[in-house]
């Protein structure tokens, strides 16, 4: 596949990165993933919005315009035929010629910027949509900042694996006896016409998708509560779902053994998948 780096279009096998990166040694780097359907990209203006944001939270200099990031977007799509996939972009601090805990002086070291696309045909029309995601719950162990949208993606990565192991699809995180996220998602669980997730603030990632489903619940016709809420709550839940640029709206079925209704996917979270998939397509 062809991939972005620094400026250049080259075949993947051909972009190479320092070992003093930043990203590498101190994980000092952000990322964002944007979904594509039918060759188009989805929500790219709420990625590259965030993208931003996550920047200036780690006061890293942002060394593409938006403009000129939506043509490489493009272009590594068009490149690469993707019609239904993803495109990941990573900024980074970029590499000094030593390790040190000292940030680089912006003006010597430049920002590593690395786009590449992955290409999953079926995407949009995922089986796991039909079936139900089980999840486990587990402590939330990162750290205070998951506003910012960066690459220390170890713990997630190992919530994954305590998943993998527990043989259920992902896990929610728990602080304090509430949950926070999934470990690449958003959580939620309806309860009547009730939508209630986390609100927003400096424990969760501000999902990007998570803004247009509850943008989209009047639609289908629900409320949104914004509060906290433990798993026992969301486990007497009529029905539970995630949702990630990666996932759109995924129904959960079961939390820590306890299935929700009758164990398969309902009716409420089917409808705003739909709506998700159909509004912003
Ligand atoms: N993950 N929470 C966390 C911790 C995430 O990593 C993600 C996204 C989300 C959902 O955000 P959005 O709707 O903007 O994708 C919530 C991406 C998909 C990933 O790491 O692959």
Redesign the pocket.
């Known amino acids: 596949r062809t991939v972005y780096l620094n400026g250049e279009y080259l075949p993947e096998n051909e972009a190479k990165v320092s070992i003093f990166d930043r990203a590498f040694l101190m994980a000092d780097g952000v990322?964002?993933?944007t979904s594509v359907l039918d060759g188009k990209l989805i929500d790219f203006d709420?990625?590259a919005v965030?993208l931003a944001r996550s920047l200036n939270e780690l006061d890293m200099k942002n060394p593409i315009s938006k403009e000129d990031l939506l043509e490489v977007h493009r272009e590594l799509v068009r490149r690469n035929n993707i019609e239904e996939g993803?495109v990941?972009l990573q900024i980074t601090r970029g590499a000094p010629n030593d390790r040190d805990f000292v940030f680089p002086d912006p003006e010597t070291t430049e920002p590593t910027i690395v786009l590449f696309t992955q290409n999953k045909p079926g995407l949009g029309n995922d089986p796991k949509a039909k079936q139900g995601l089980k999840v486990i719950s587990i402590e939330d162990q990162r750290w205070g900042r998951?506003d910012i949208?960066t690459v220390q993606?170890l713990y997630?990565s190992l919530g994954k694996m305590m998943a993998k192991k527990a043989g259920a699809d992902d896990a929610w995180m728990v602080q304090d006896g509430f949950v926070t996220?999934?470990?690449?998602?958003?959580a939620y669980f309806i309860k009547g016409n009730t939508i209630v997730t986390r609100a927003l603030s400096n424990d969760?990632?501000?999902?990007?998708?998570?803004a247009a489903v509850l943008r989209f619940a009047e639609e289908a016709q629900m409320k949104v509560e914004e509060r906290n809420f433990t798993i026992e709550e969301a486990q007497t839940g009529d029905e539970a779902f995630i949702?990630?640029?990666?996932?759109f709206v995924m129904p959960v079925i079961e939390i820590d053994g306890v299935q929700l209704g009758d164990g398969t996917p309902g009716a409420r979270v089917a409808r705003l998948r739909e709506i998700y998939l159909e509004e912003m397509r």
Do not use: F
């Open positions: 990322y964002e993933v709420g990625h965030r993803l990941y998951r949208k993606l997630p996220e999934g470990t690449s998602n958003n969760i990632l501000h999902g990007i998708t998570r949702s990630s640029a990666s996932a």
